[in-house]
């Protein structure tokens, strides 16, 4: 009876036998090689490992490893590899990402609705911007502050949850964020004051998204390797599916019901989905206990680097327009717009987005997701520029349809190209979560910088737009960096998939 190991990119089988399996490996490695199983290593790391059923003849006698006319590659990992093959527990963390199949595309689902309840709800924080500056009277600066540190905790938390994931305790982080999130949507159903809402939606829902949405994104990039993009294009609709809902329940609910009665249903959709998400998701990786919270030897990298400086940049001013679009066409319009049409604007900015989401995501997987990423953003930039411009409400409804899809993909291409870069899926989540950290300090102070030019100004938008554009502009900058590091480092042209 013998076992196959070869590399995947030669046929160079290293022959072993049963008994030179139990001595080495063990009675239980043993019992589980069959006739005819072959297992295929990377040639490089043998981490990717695959099954097939070739058959080959018994071996005589004890025989040793052997490279038939090989070149003397080192199947250094042997002994990890072959075990790690050999349980049926294990075998699904070891093998290649499956990219496809039901179990993966629960996950995927999870991470839509993970990606509704998390971003959706950020999207359509333009709804209460507009009705907490009238409720409390304080000014549009200070109001986005309370959506700005929900983003901000969504993001800065992703260090610890993303090395929590790692670690294998992915359902108690789950199970957290579910309870952290409900909690503060009901809190807020009952806030009066300027601190109640801070602490309520900006702190409690913040802790609660950024235990939701890093370690539902870490899982879901290891199910897909050649259709990641593809699948987190899908997942991170599920913004779509939020930015539609919750916009349209605050429009019909808070006239007929009230706010508490509306904050509360949107607690129940959220609290529904969520649980479905927690059933479907199951991590892939086996538990890495020993490793740091921080992998500094990452920013080593000078692609991982460049690329998280730039999308720091990027979200500095990506979420200048879901937080002022509606606010602008009430204030800064020549015909300025009700609060019910205002909000139509924001229904339309997030509705659209799902074409920006799902097309930028199937090209990242054919040319690679760095070179959709800076088209996306030159895009952006020169849009923000031209919303200076705009001053009727056909041109404001224009500007919408054409900036939605654009500011999709950028959102939903940024985790994407954090695990594309990623070779090691055990560190995904630390890699992701460092990110994560980094970028969430753009989306803390950007808006609140935005709205103090507004206020300074008064009540003039063009400088906040200003900044917001120069912002996407620099980061363009840096994602081209990235992207002229990894052609070095690869070897490739400018065409390269990167």
Wanted: aromatic share 12%; hydrophobic share 45%.
């Amino acid at each position: 009876m013998t076992a196959c190991i070869t590399t995947l990119d030669r046929s160079t089988p290293v022959h072993l036998n049963k008994e030179i399996i139990n001595t080495r490996f063990g009675p239980q490695t043993s019992s589980n090689f069959r006739l005819g199983t072959c297992f295929y290593l990377h040639p490089k790391n043998n981490s990717g490992i695959e099954r097939h059923g070739r058959q080959h003849g018994a071996s005589t006698g004890e025989s040793r490893p052997r490279n038939n006319g090989g070149d003397g590659h080192e199947l250094h990992n042997l002994d990890g590899a072959i075990n790690s093959a050999n349980l049926p527990g294990d075998q699904e963390a070891t093998l290649p990402p499956p990219d496809g199949g039901w179990r993966a595309w629960c996950v995927c689902l999870a991470g839509h609705l993970v990606f509704m309840n998390t971003w959706g709800w950020v999207n359509s924080f333009g709804v209460f911007q507009t009705y907490y500056t009238e409720l409390l009277q304080r000014p549009s600066s200070d109001i986005s502050w309370i959506g700005s540190i929900t983003v901000f905790l969504l993001f800065f938390v992703g260090t610890l949850t993303g090395r929590l994931v790692d670690a294998g305790y992915f359902r108690l982080v789950f199970a957290t964020g579910i309870t952290l999130q409900i909690l503060g949507v009901l809190a807020t159903s009952l806030c009066s004051s300027y601190w109640q809402f801070l602490l309520a939606q900006g702190v409690c829902v913040g802790v609660g998204n950024g235990c939701l949405f890093c370690p539902v994104l870490a899982v879901l990039s290891t199910y897909f390797a050649r259709r990641r993009a593809l699948a987190m294009g899908i997942a991170a609709c599920g913004s779509v599916t939020g930015g539609l809902i919750f916009p349209s329940l605050v429009r019909q609910l808070l006239p007929q019901a009230g706010f508490a009665w509306t904050l509360r249903a949107a607690a129940f959709i959220q609290l529904g989905s969520l649980l479905v998400a927690l059933v479907l998701v199951k991590p892939r990786m086996k538990p890495r206990q020993s490793a740091p919270l921080v992998d500094l030897a990452t920013f080593r990298e000078l692609e991982y680097t460049f690329y998280t400086i730039g999308c720091f940049l990027a979200y500095f001013g990506i979420y200048f327009a879901f937080y002022y679009i509606a606010s602008f066409s009430r204030e800064a319009l020549g015909n300025p717009l009700s609060y019910t049409e205002s909000l139509n604007l924001l229904l339309i900015l997030n509705g659209i987005g799902a074409i920006g989401r799902l097309l930028p995501a199937w090209l990242a997987d054919h040319i690679g997701a760095i070179n959709v990423f800076i088209p996306n953003m030159i895009a952006a930039s020169i849009l923000i520029f031209s919303w200076i411009a705009v001053n009727d409400t056909a041109g404001m409804y224009a500007w919408a349809v054409i900036y939605g899809p654009i500011a999709a993909a950028i959102q939903s291409l940024f985790p994407t190209g954090v695990s594309l870069l990623t070779k090691d899926l055990n560190k995904i989540g630390v890699r992701m979560g460092m990110s994560f950290t980094i970028v969430s300090f753009a989306v803390l102070t950007g808006p609140p910088i935005a709205g103090a030019i507004i206020d300074r100004q008064g009540g003039k938008y063009w400088g906040a737009q200003v900044f917001a554009a120069t912002a996407l502009a620099l980061g363009t900058l840096f994602l081209i960096a990235a992207k002229m590091v990894r052609m070095r480092r690869e070897g490739m042209g400018w065409t390269g998939k990167i």
